[in-house]
């Protein structure tokens, strides 16, 4: 698999993400649909230009799911038990149709499972930067890895 067990994690380990995803206007517009998401600011241009940002800005739940779908090929795919949750969510820096984002994590806290011997919980931190190197996503979670022996 090419996500990482729990052994293979270590408090203060930094991954950077090779990947990175351009965001599109239609990206905004899909999404803000589906989602049944009305919000001017994402959908109707005449109104976005009279808000502090000028233009549409990109629907931020998109944004966050961007942001922990790159980590993904890098960090989880395979090795993943759960998400058991998601904290301390911030959007310093509005996203715009173009913007091309990348992603850093940051291994905060690991520790076994007190109930499952074949699995740990590791707190990570992602934070999201635009082209400019502007952070536009800062996000904390708590995610169960399986442990290499497990597999």
Do not use: C
């Amino acid at each position: 698999m090419a996500g990482k067990y729990f052994e293979d994690l270590e408090v203060g380990q930094r991954i950077r993400h090779s990947r990175t995803r351009t965001v599109t206007e239609t990206d905004n517009v899909i999404f803000s649909g589906l989602t049944m998401n009305t919000q001017p600011l994402h959908m109707d241009e005449e109104f976005a230009k009279r808000s502090q940002f000028g233009r549409r800005i990109m629907n931020g739940i998109f944004t966050f799911g961007v942001v922990v779908g790159i980590t993904v090929p890098d960090l989880t795919e395979g090795t993943i038990v759960a998400n058991l949750g998601y904290e301390k969510v911030n959007h310093p820096t509005p996203v715009f149709a173009g913007d091309t984002i990348w992603v850093e994590t940051e291994v905060l806290e690991k520790r076994p499972s007190g109930s499952k011997p074949d699995r740990g919980v590791v707190r990570l931190r992602h934070v999201a930067y635009k082209q400019s190197g502007e952070p536009v996503v800062e996000i904390e979670r708590a995610v169960m890895f399986l442990k290499r022996e497990a597999a």
